[in-house]
């Protein structure tokens, strides 16, 4: 039986072995939760440049996925969306494949239909990691499957925590988070650019302006994780009459606030028509 936490290292395989799998395989390994030795991978054959990436953190590159199952106790798929069902089909057979957790990073495609593509037996937990997950800043959240237990949803967490946050949520919010978290980073970097860029028009050098804009950046999101609500920390900016009051009222002008949470609810729009082509 799978432990529930990951006070011992295990072992991780990975379907596909891209620049997620490897940031997870990294963070893993640098939070002592899997030894080197013990995570493989499966990669695509063209791609040796993931295989060696692997290699070169001490684990095991294969371009086939039916090993990576049998030498793994944790099974995560890492494949792009339409590639999950075929991907698992292959290894349906396997009695290996049995009673074993799988966790798929793969936006838009439901527990369910994971479920489909895999033993009776299988677990399953979906989660939505973002980008910064390279840089062991992530921000994801996992939904259980119909057969995975409180303890799978515990290990699944730890995990990922290694590269970031993860939060549990059900099934029905992933394309809210999908659409805040896992776009987000694109709306942050619009932002720092934009910042950037009145810094120009001020005057400032390019490359001051956008160091600036992206350490502000940071220490804003550092505060408010420290503790505090958004429109405290605002208001402790703005003084009377100053230059932030003024800066603000343009951004309420323009509709910064609407524009911001338009983006997010399009990008929640747009994932439930994915949702529905990938799942039929």
Do not use: W
Request: aromatic content about 4%; overall charge neutral; proline content about 5%.
């Amino acid at each position: 039986m799978l432990k529930a936490s990951l006070s011992e290292a295990m072992k991780i395989g990975f379907i596909g072995g891209g620049k997620l799998a490897f940031a997870l395989a990294n963070g893993f390994i640098s939070a002592g939760l899997a030894k080197p030795d013990e995570i493989t991978a499966s990669c695509h054959p063209s791609d040796v440049a993931s295989a060696e990436a692997f290699k070169g953190l001490g684990a095991t590159a294969l371009f086939e996925n039916k090993p990576v199952v049998e030498r793994s106790e944790v099974v995560i798929v890492s494949v792009k969306p339409d590639v999950v069902t075929p991907a698992l089909l292959e290894v349906k057979d396997l009695s290996s494949s049995k009673n074993k957790l799988f966790i798929s990073v793969a936006m838009g495609v439901s527990t369910a239909t994971i479920e489909k593509a895999l033993p009776a037996e299988a677990r399953v937990i979906r989660v939505m990691p973002n980008t910064p997950s390279l840089v062991k800043e992530g921000a994801a959240a996992l939904s259980r499957g119909s057969r995975a237990t409180a303890d799978d949803a515990k290990l699944t967490a730890e995990l990922f925590r290694a590269v970031g946050t993860c939060d549990e949520v059900p099934e029905y919010q992933m394309d809210a988070v999908t659409a805040l978290s896992g776009s987000g980073p694109a709306y942050i970097y619009m932002l720092i650019e934009s910042l950037a860029d009145g810094g120009v028009r001020c005057g400032l050098p390019r490359d001051l302006a956008l160091r600036l804009a992206a350490q502000t950046t940071l220490g804003a999101a550092s505060m408010l994780k420290a503790g505090g609500h958004p429109a405290v920390l605002k208001d402790n900016v703005t003084s009377p009459a100053g230059s932030t009051a003024e800066g603000t009222y343009h951004l309420e002008q323009n509709g910064f606030r609407a524009a911001v949470i338009g983006a997010v609810k399009a990008a929640a729009d747009r994932c439930k028509v994915v949702n529905q082509q990938l799942n039929k």
